[in-house]
């Protein structure tokens, strides 16, 4: 079974950054979605990056061009560096990933239920 282990959350101020990291057990880039969600109390939890077989392919809105989502198959290892942090980047930050039946499923088109392994989660918390 694959088990994704999540590290990197912290406490900073606003305008700050950080580097978040997942580590899987074992993983392949080929045929295969990876992404980063977060979640807030009381809301739905939310996909804020996304990689189809290695490579980038979505982010949220909110994010883009201050997040930035990478990854090394080689290492097994899912970054997310998180720069010009604000309040509302709060959240606990999950990493999750999938293998998929056919290498043209769109990795962008999938949602939280369609993730099959999950971390436990990492608690990023930004002040102003």
């Known amino acids: 079974q694959v088990q994704l282990e999540e590290s990197g959350g912290d406490s900073v101020q606003a305008g700050g950054s950080l580097t978040l990291s997942c580590k899987a057990s074992?993983?392949?880039?080929?045929?295969?979605?990876m992404a980063w969600f977060r979640q807030t109390p009381g809301k739905e939890r939310e996909a804020v990056a996304i990689?189809?077989?290695?490579?980038?392919?979505t982010y949220v809105d909110s994010v883009k061009g201050r997040f930035t989502i990478s990854q090394d198959n080689d290492n097994n290892n899912l970054d997310l560096q998180m720069n010009v942090l604000q309040p509302e980047d709060s959240a606990i930050y999950y990493c999750?990933?999938?293998?998929?039946?056919?290498?043209?499923?769109?990795?962008?088109?999938?949602?939280?239920?369609?993730?099959?392994?999950w971390g436990r989660g990492t608690q990023v918390s930004v002040s102003s």
């Open positions: 990689t189809q077989d290695g490579e980038p392919t």
């Open positions: 074992i993983w392949t880039g080929a045929f295969s979605c």
């Open positions: 999750a990933a999938t293998y998929v039946t056919r290498r043209s499923t769109d990795c962008g088109s999938l949602g939280r239920a369609d993730f099959r392994y």
